[in-house]
C-alpha cells in the first residue's frame, strides 16, 4: 500500500480538533485514508511512515520491470523462459512482472493451420472466397 502524501495535513488538522470524516471531506479524499492516518498518531504519536519490515525487492525493481517492458514492446514473440535467461532472473519473476506490474497476458504461440494468400479457399467441397 503507498503512503498518503496527505498524511502532514491530517495530521495538523486532526490535532486541531477536527474528527475524521470533517478531515476527509476538507481534503477531498477517502474516509478510510484518514482513519488510518489518525489511527497511526494515536499509536505512535505521529503520522510519520513506518518502516516495512520483510525482505525488500531485488530483482522486482522499477529498471528491470521497464527493461522487460521494452523488449516486449520490440519483439513481442520473445518466450518468457529466454528473456529470464538473457536477464539472468527467474522465468516465474518475469512471469510475475508481465501478469501483475505490465498487466500482460502471456500466451504460447502454436503452430497451427496458416493460410497462404490465396484469391479462394476450398473447404469441405465448397469454393469459400477470401476477402482482405
Known amino acids: 500500500m503507498k503512503s498518503s502524501p496527505h498524511r502532514p495535513s491530517i495530521e495538523l488538522l486532526f490535532k486541531r480538533g477536527l474528527g475524521s470524516a470533517e478531515i476527509a471531506r476538507r ?3 477517502s474516509s478510510s485514508t484518514v ?3 489518525v489511527a497511526a498518531i494515536k499509536k505512535r504519536g ?3 511512515e513506518v518502516k516495512k519490515s520483510g525482505r525488500p525487492r531485488s530483482v522486482n525493481t522499477r529498471n528491470t520491470r521497464a527493461i522487460i517492458k521494452k523488449r516486449i514492446i520490440r519483439n513481442d514473440g ?5 528473456m529470464a535467461s538473457q536477464l539472468g532472473i527467474a522465468r516465474s519473476t518475469v512471469q510475475s512482472i ?3 506490474d505490465l498487466k500482460l497476458k502471456s500466451y504460447k504461440l502454436r503452430r497451427g493451420h496458416t493460410f497462404k494468400c490465396a484469391a479462394s479457399l476450398t473447404l469441405s467441397g465448397q469454393t469459400r472466397d477470401l476477402h482482405y
Open 27 to 29: 481534503l477531498q479524499i
Open 35 to 37: 482513519r488510518n492516518v
Open 46 to 48: 505521529d503520522a510519520s
Open 78 to 82: 520473445l518466450s518468457l523462459n529466454r
Open 98 to 100: 508481465v501478469k501483475n
